[in-house]
């Protein structure tokens, strides 16, 4: 069973490597779905679709298993793993974050 936060728009969100000011990725859309089943640890996860996964020269892929930081463009953040990545029929990126803890407010470095 899972219950999806409700969002009134599609919200944007860049994910970050560990310790980089430049962000990996730029997400166009994200949505944030809790579940409440089995999932006790981490029970957040965020899909994604977006026209560009990789911003920068690093391949994210290559690093799904380090943690990194997820920014949404409301102000806040959280510590994700790369769960799942894929391509849709439009060729975007579409993939799946499991967030490790809360989301927060976000931290200014």
């Known amino acids: 069973m899972r219950h ?14 560990s ?3 430049e962000p990996v990725a730029v997400l ?17 996860r965020v899909s994604f ?3 560009k996964f990789n911003a920068g020269k690093t391949m994210a892929e290559l690093h799904r298993d380090e943690k990194m930081q997820l920014r ?5 953040s959280a510590d994700v793993l790369l769960q799942h990545s894929s ?3 439009q060729g975007n990126s579409i993939g799946v974050l ?6 927060g407010e976000a931290a200014h470095a």
């Open 19 to 21: 310790g980089k000011e």
């Open 4 to 17: 999806e936060e409700e969002t009134d728009h599609a919200m944007k969100a860049m994910l970050y490597l």
């Open 72 to 76: 949404l463009e409301d102000g806040r």
């Open 87 to 89: 391509l849709d029929m």
């Open 49 to 51: 679709k977006t026209a």
């Open 28 to 44: 166009d859309e994200v949505q944030l779905v809790a579940y409440h089943d089995n999932h006790k640890a981490s029970p957040t």
């Open 98 to 103: 499991r967030v490790l803890g809360a989301l």
